[in-house]
């Protein structure tokens, strides 16, 4: 184990049975993360992503292989609480995670599983919400929030048990853009300023943008890993596994296919723009 | 609209009853009526009454919201009266077949309603100066003695059901208007038709919504799971419950109040 | 002809409500048979509770809704054929499945506009073939599918009806980019067998200007712009003003201009944008 990395998955396999027959939802996988970093997963619903992210918090046990969070194996029966503390889990519908009908009592939930005492609950629930940039909100009930006030709360509600890693397995898919900005402003704010390694779920291409690392995965498999530059160059690819590009991408791609001298290695507007008037220029 | 429903009971105020402690508004709660029930003449009943008002009074919460509990229990009350009317010893006043009204009966009727009036009341006042999570954390605490027969499971999982209830109910109805209009714009008539047609109209409605909570108790089980929930092992809590100067106010009170019954209960 | 037409509707909730402030005021609009409209704004702007009025499920406080010039409200009696007139497919309708099968689930619209026997089946097995939901399907239970086939299924139920207008709310939310492209797929295949009209509320900008002939944009309540794709979103100041976006596209052409580069700010899809690149560099070329 390398003290760098946080998780450490070595040949994973997970099978589950439904009405008598087997599926395999994870083929052999093998990936580390590294602490510290900002790793985007993507692929179609049914690519296996899901289970990928409940088994690097040992809510899924492996079938076979290995998944070591900080070193602890996941399989662990007596360390399951270290490995969740360790990794915490954010899912798709807010509504369905937060427990209690007060914000800050909600976010307390996991520091109080973990017997802290209550004056170090307090503070650690005031700094998870003043992360996400929720403090004011403290006294409110979840159901009178919009969906992205109540996902910051999920997250608020992960990180106060203070996690090295956070995974989240499409926290915007039920969001609006307002909503999904939010969430992916705070992760990265999370991610640069709080130094907490973050893995996130999406099939949205843009949120992969600014990540460090990105993984797509098809059919229980990872097929691709590298920066997102070199991720979405690869168009013709992507598409063929279900998933889409960013329109950047998409433009870059089809000015090259008729015959523009231009690389698609850019992704942000202003850079793609940049290039596009380089192009036209040199032309001229 | 319907998702309001289920803070209904409480209201915000800033009254010494809002500001006292939970665990003690429910044991004084309990003890007022229980010497409620032990007021056994007219005089110590008209004490109690008196001080019952004088609580509703100190809890700032406007009394027409006390009269519509206390119109939604009506039914109840005229029951027992006339049930405690016509029931027991007495020297009879009229009598036909075999009822017969007698003094005592009429004095019992009086007394039973009056005192379940003031029940209501008490308990009403308690419901709306505190929240129902600061409840359901009150409760929790008063029957934590239990865990030492064995019982530490039972109250932890009854306190952790009402919470998730609670945070629970609005979604839940939230969703069945959704349903209900989804079904709706399906043509479905939720509004005609005799009793068996709208019971079996309901079908569609919730199926739905029986399918979505247990999608959601799966999911909530999983979240709760990651948030490092064994079954309140070693759970602390953030929020300590400490007694104030407040709580000192309302026990004066209410001592007093059980006293003044007692004397006058002895006294005439 | 316009087929539905909104006049002077509003819209305000009794009691206080004061986080879904979702009122609609005073709007007005038109729609053409055949029209494909899509409707943007973001959430608590109005447009659901708009868009719940096309078929009557709300009451407008004020204004009237007219479907084929006539106010769907003359007979509240009949309400519920303007239901099946007008079809309203809510946010993931794959929670409204009920049934033991999927033909079931299918029929309920149909049957509850009074079809039945053959009639009723017929119409169950031509929307399934229209939207491609698979025969083998049919008897299967509606929950042991995929969620994108749960959703075609539970789309195909408000199809059975064949309403002539058929309105979404964010028919795409929640699914992947195969899943999204496959509820477009299913639009258009119901458009083209039936001419029906289409109204689509989304969040996708970039959905909007492939699918839409024309966009309402809504506000606080308010119907702000009522235009075509290329003049709402060629007015994108207003438009992020308002916290809306504009299409990826539309965004470097307006880095491009700023760039000093010569050109329209009217362009909101792939293939337009390249159309117009290879227009300038060719005339450079020449």
């Known amino acids: 184990m390398k003290m760098d990395n946080i998780i450490e998955i070595k040949n994973l396999v997970y099978e589950y049975t439904e009405e008598d027959e087997t599926f395999v939802a994870v083929k052999n996988v093998n990936l580390d993360i590294k602490k510290g970093s900002f790793t985007v997963i993507l692929g179609h619903n049914g690519s296996g992503k899901s289970t990928l992210a409940k088994l690097m918090n040992g809510l899924n046990k492996p079938s076979s292989g290995k998944v070591l969070v900080d070193g602890i194996d996941t399989a662990d029966e007596e360390k399951e609480l270290e490995v969740k503390r360790r990794v915490g889990l954010v899912f798709q519908n807010p509504d369905n995670q937060l427990i209690a009908s007060v914000v800050e009592e909600d976010v307390a939930f996991g ?174 | 609209m319907l998702k309001d429903i289920t803070f209904g009971q409480f209201y915000d105020s800033k009254s010494l009853l809002h500001k006292a402690d939970p665990r003690i508004k429910i044991v004084l709660m309990v003890l007022l009526i229980v010497f409620i029930f032990i007021a056994g003449n007219m005089y110590s009943l008209a004490f109690a009454a008196v001080s019952v008002f004088s609580i ?5 919460v406007p009394f027409k919201l006390y009269l519509k509990n206390m119109k939604a229990i009506l039914p109840v009350l005229i029951f027992t009266a006339i049930i405690n009317m016509f029931y027991g010893e007495g020297e009879p006043i009229v009598s036909f077949w075999i009822f017969s009204l007698t003094l005592e009966g009429i004095s019992r009727a009086i007394f039973m309603a009056l005192r379940i009036a003031l029940l209501i009341f008490i308990s009403s006042a308690l419901t709306y100066t505190t929240t129902p999570n600061d409840l359901t954390d009150a409760i929790e605490h ?94 602390t809590r953030m929020k300590q419950m400490t007694l104030s100067v407040c709580d000192l106010w309302i026990s004066s009170g209410a001592v007093l109040i059980s006293g003044g019954i007692i004397v006058l209960n002895i006294l005439i | ?162 309403p002539k207008v058929i309105v979404f709310d964010e028919p795409t939310a929640g699914l992947d980019p195969k899943g999204r492209e496959n509820v477009m797929q299913i639009i258009k295949s119901y458009r083209e067998a039936t001419d029906a009209t289409v109204v689509i509320i989304s969040h996708s900008m970039e959905d909007m200007a492939l699918l839409a002939d024309r966009v309402i944009v809504m506000n606080k309540g308010e119907l702000v712009m009522f235009d075509t794709p290329e003049k709402v979103f060629s007015s994108g100041e207003k438009l992020l003003e308002i916290g809306l976006n504009v299409p990826i596209v539309t965004r470097v052409f307006y880095e491009l201009k700023k760039l000093g580069v010569n050109v329209p700010q009217d362009v909101f899809t792939v293939e337009r944008a390249v159309e117009v690149l290879c227009e300038i560099r060719g005339c450079k070329d020449a």
């Not at chain 2, 999983?222 to 490092?228: D, H, I, S, T, V």
């Open chain 1, 111 to 284: 520091p109080e599983n973990l017997g802290l005492e209550p004056k170090i609950i307090r503070q650690r629930v005031d700094d998870a919400l003043k992360a996400v940039g929720m403090y004011e909100f403290r006294k409110s009930t979840p159901h009178r929030l919009s969906g992205g006030q109540k996902q910051r709360i999920a997250i608020a509600g992960i990180i106060a048990m203070e996690p090295e890693c956070l995974v989240l397995d499409e926290p915007t898919a039920m969001l609006d853009p307002k909503g999904r900005a939010e969430i992916i402003e705070t992760l990265k704010r999370l991610n640069s300023e709080k130094g907490i390694t973050v893995v996130l779920i999406t099939h949205f291409m843009e949120e992969a943008e600014s990540a460090d690392r990105v993984i797509v995965m098809n059919d229980g498999e990872i097929i691709d890993d590298g920066t997102p530059k070199e991720i979405f160059k690869k168009v013709e690819k992507l598409k063929q596994v279900g998933l889409d590009v960013p329109q950047t991408t998409e433009l870059l791609y089809e000015l090259q296919k008729n015959g523009f001298d231009i690389s698609t290695d850019v992704i942000s507007i202003e850079d793609t723009a940049l290039k596009i008037s380089a192009v036209l220029n040199s032309e001229e």
């Open chain 2, 56 to 60: 509703l009074l100190v809890s700032k």
């Open chain 2, 142 to 235: 008063l029957l934590s003695p239990l865990k030492y027969v064995g019982l530490k499971n039972a109250v932890h999982i009854m306190a952790m059901m009402m919470t998730i209830a609670l945070r629970f109910i609005p979604t839940l109805i939230e969703e069945a208007e959704k349903v209900m209009n989804a079904q709706k714009a399906r043509g479905a008539d939720l509004e005609s038709g005799g009793l068996i047609d709208r019971v079996k109209a309901l079908i569609p409605i919730l199926i739905p919504l029986l399918l979505s909570a247990v999608r959601r108790a799966y999911e909530l089980a999983e979240a709760m799971e990651c948030r490092c929930y064994n079954g309140g092992e070693g759970k």
């Open chain 3, 1 to 162: 002809m316009a087929i539905l037409e909104v006049k002077g509707l509003s819209h305000t909730y009794g009691g206080n409500t004061p986080f879904i402030n979702d009122a609609v005021k005073d709007v007005s609009f038109s729609i053409e048979k055949g029209e494909i409209i899509g409707i943007i704004g973001h959430t608590g702007s109005g447009k659901s509770t708009l868009v719940q009025h096309l078929n009557g499920l709300l009451k407008p406080t004020d204004g009237t809704v007219l479907l084929d010039n006539e106010d769907i409200w003359k007979n509240p009696r009949e309400i519920r054929k303007v239901r099946s007139q007008v079809g309203l497919v809510f946010q993931y309708p794959e929670y409204q499945l009920f049934e033991e099968t999927v033909f079931a689930d299918i029929a309920f619209g149909p049957k509850n506009m009074g079809l039945e026997g053959d009639e009723l089946k017929n119409r169950v097995i031509e929307t399934c073939k229209m939207i491609g939901v698979k025969p083998e399907y049919l008897e299967k239970s509606p929950f042991d599918l995929s969620g994108g086939e749960k959703r075609r299924v539970a789309i195909a139920g408000v199809m059975a009806m064949r």
